[in-house]
């Protein structure tokens, strides 16, 4: 998947096909290198930034920061099915503490 990322960004480099492209390099390679590239990106009020880094976040055993991620996703989110998930998150993520 992440050559296939890598191959369709030299046909269309944009903030959505990186944020793509992180989150498989997250599941081939670690969360921290996901993470590092979702950094780099201009996609501030964009949902699925924000739940992505919440994703990794979690998964980094950093479950303050998820938690920040997973709210402001859900601030963003544009329709219910999104924000009853990215709600459903946080209440699993404060049931861990």
């Known amino acids: ?9 030299q046909v269309l480099d944009s903030d959505i096909v990186t944020l793509n492209k992180a989150i498989a390099v ?3 390679e670690s969360a921290d290198a996901g993470l590092s ?9 964009y949902h699925h930034l924000h739940a992505a880094r919440g994703e990794l976040l979690h998964r980094l055993g950093r479950n303050a920061d998820a938690r920040a ?7 963003f989110a544009d329709n ?6 990215l709600a459903r998150r946080l209440q699993e993520l404060t049931e861990q503490v």
Do not use: H, I, K, P
Request: no cysteine; charged share 30%; proline share 0%.
């Open 1 to 9: 998947m992440v050559s296939l990322y890598t191959d369709l960004q």
């Open 80 to 85: 219910e099915l999104d924000r009853g998930f």
């Open 37 to 45: 590239m979702l950094d780099t990106l201009d996609l501030d009020g």
């Open 69 to 75: 991620e997973f709210a402001r996703a859900w601030e």
């Open 26 to 28: 997250a599941e081939a």
